[in-house]
């Protein structure tokens, strides 16, 4: 009897200390989830403002129809890549970001090829969406920025002990970040 006594004590002990764990690692990854919603809601304003982009540039007389094509594709590829919150592995994460960054550069090859036709650099519509892109890409990475910090604050939780012990019971696996991109380690020529 007094050993059942000692057993119960025990696991009422090591339930406590489990429980506070379990919490704080479900409101983590709660904070994790809500993070990455903020981050697809920017990546969905740039692609909302494109279609609006494209067509402004259209109006511009023999504007490059490959240039054009290449930024609806890589829209296209880039919106159709949706990730559950609940599977933010590292290989999602890659697979999510190397289409937005295929985006991110047909966008680029848009805007400098625009620079080419002055009547669209006149063009108010454009450069008020130019503008606009402008500032969704700051605020993309603002949003990345803070769900790197949110995963690391996450990963170290589930990673420290006694917590690795209750995340493995409890299947709180580690999160993937955004990383650099390739070449970002390079600063770009620029030529006058």
């Not at 494109?50 to 880039?78: D, H, M, W, Y």
């Not at 994460?93 to 848009?110: D, K, T, W, Y």
């Amino acid at each position: 009897m007094k050993k059942l006594f000692f057993y119960l004590i025990g696991f009422v002990i090591l339930a406590s200390q489990s429980s506070c764990g379990y919490n704080t690692m479900v409101q983590k990854d709660e904070a994790v989830q809500g993070q990455w919603a903020n981050v697809e809601n920017s990546y969905q304003r740039r692609a909302d403002l494109i279609p609006n982009l494209v067509n402004t540039v259209k109006g511009a007389a023999n504007f490059e129809k490959e240039t054009l094509e290449a930024v609806i594709n890589a829209r296209s590829r880039a919106t159709s890549i949706q990730i559950s919150s609940d599977d933010l592995t590292p290989e999602n994460i890659e697979r999510f970001q190397q289409a937005q960054n295929q985006l991110s550069g047909a966008l680029s090859r848009l805007l400098a090829t625009a620079e080419a036709y002055p009547e669209l650099k006149a063009n108010n519509n454009f450069l008020e969406l130019q503008a606009e892109l402008s500032g969704t890409e700051n605020r993309i990475s603002t949003e990345r920025r803070k769900y790197n910090e949110m995963v690391q604050d996450y990963n170290t939780t589930v990673r420290s002990f006694p917590n690795n012990l209750m995340a493995g019971i409890y299947g709180f696996e580690r999160k993937g970040h955004f990383q650099a991109d390739p070449g970002a380690e390079r600063a770009p020529t620029v030529q006058f």
